[in-house]
């Protein structure tokens, strides 16, 4: 049975950082690109960041671009999510997802993962 489980959300002042974390169990976890979404209250889920399963190439949505990073430890099967100099805008529920795919159309669209978290909240105060 596949898991994936976020940690590290959480309250923080405008301008702060934080580090969210996922870690995956039940697949074969350096076979998967990995993602993450977020979700504000009355919006879609919409795409942040994703990894390449084949390589250290990564991709950001323009509003996070240049303060967040993602990085995964495959002998970890985790991947994480570094946050800086956040936003109130950046207020959301934060979801990993695992996906058997590349490329960057297929990793910015929520449909084509396989596996997705339960969500860590994030809330960002002004």
């Known amino acids: 049975q596949v898991q994936l489980v976020e940690s590290g959300g959480g309250l923080v002042q405008a301008g702060g950082s934080l580090r969210l974390s996922c870690a995956a169990s039940?697949?074969?976890?350096?076979?998967?690109?990995m993602g993450w979404f977020r979700q504000a209250p009355g919006k879609e889920r919409e795409f942040v960041a994703a990894?390449?399963?084949?390589?250290?190439?990564?991709y950001y949505a323009d509003s996070v671009k240049g303060r967040f990073t993602i990085s995964r430890d495959n002998a970890k099967n985790t991947v994480y999510l570094q946050m800086n100099t956040l936003k109130p805008e950046d207020t959301a529920v934060y979801y990993c997802?695992?996906?058997?795919?590349?490329?960057?159309?297929?990793?910015?669209?929520?449909?084509?993962?396989?596996?997705w978290g339960q969500g860590t909240q994030v809330t960002v105060s002004s």
């Open positions: 997802t695992a996906g058997l795919l590349t490329g960057w159309r297929a990793l910015k669209r929520p449909n084509s993962y396989n596996y």
């Open positions: 039940g697949l074969t976890f350096s076979s998967y690109a």
């Open positions: 990894h390449e399963w084949s390589g250290p190439i990564t």
